[in-house]
């Protein structure tokens, strides 16, 4: 399995704050995606990136914004949380073959 | 807007039992990926399908990728409990490197 971490695993926030999700990974995957998963609807495409500074919107990105400075990390930034952003959500890495998307464990986000 | 409709959304079954969860859509997809998820954890990969009318067996798992590569099934046979979970299809879409998820099916099966 590629080494895929992400931080933290739960957070509680409120409403107006802003929240910063991390994605790191070891297996030097170019690709990154960051997902949010609420029932019925499985998982959303929120951001993803295809290299280092290289990112792109996905169907769900309005309050959404990230960031990768480095292959190994891609940073989620929920500018100023809303209740609506209260999901669970996952990163993912491939190499960019689509053979196979490596998940993440998930961050469980509250917001108040 | 490409979609995958994915279908029952819940199964109940006892132990022994056979299933088919179904994966649609109105598009053409180069690839089709069936994913299982675990409370608490991420989906893990079970298949890719690529070619149309393909068909690919993991164990008591038989997947199937429509002819005209716009819809998939997942058959198991004689389901264990150790098969509930959250069954997802994803479908590539060209070679973006994106995927299309459905909304996915949750199977319990009970002892």
């Known amino acids: 399995d590629a080494g895929i971490t992400q931080s933290p695993r739960h957070k509680v926030t409120e409403t107006g704050t802003p929240v910063t999700l991390r994605c790191h990974q070891t297996?030097?995957?170019?690709?990154m995606y960051w997902y949010r998963q609420d029932p019925g609807h499985g998982l959303r495409l929120i951001h993803y990136s295809y290299g280092v500074k290289d990112t792109d919107k996905g169907e769900v990105s309005d309050g959404y914004s990230v960031s990768r400075s480095k292959t190994e990390d891609f940073l989620l930034t929920l500018e100023s949380a809303t209740s609506s952003q209260t999901s669970v959500y996952f990163c993912a890495t491939d190499t960019g073959t689509q053979e196979t998307q490596y998940f993440g464990p998930g961050t469980r986000l509250l917001v108040l | 807007t490409q979609l995958l409709e994915q279908s029952p959304q819940f199964l109940s079954i006892q132990e022994g039992e056979n299933l088919t969860v179904y994966c649609n859509s109105s598009?053409?997809?180069?690839?089709l990926q069936w994913y299982r998820q675990e409370p608490g954890e991420g989906p893990v990969l079970l298949v890719t399908v690529v070619t149309g009318g393909e068909v690919k067996k993991l164990k008591r798992l038989t997947f199937q990728f429509g002819d005209a590569r716009k819809d998939s099934s997942l058959h198991i046979t004689a389901a264990q409990p150790g098969d509930t979970g959250l069954y997802l299809c994803?479908?590539?879409?060209?070679?973006?490197?994106?995927?299309?998820f459905g909304q996915g099916t949750t199977l319990q099966v009970k002892p």
């Open positions: 297996e030097n995957h170019r690709y």
């Open positions: 598009s053409v997809f180069s690839s």
């Open positions: 994803a479908g590539a879409a060209g070679n973006t490197g994106k995927l299309i």
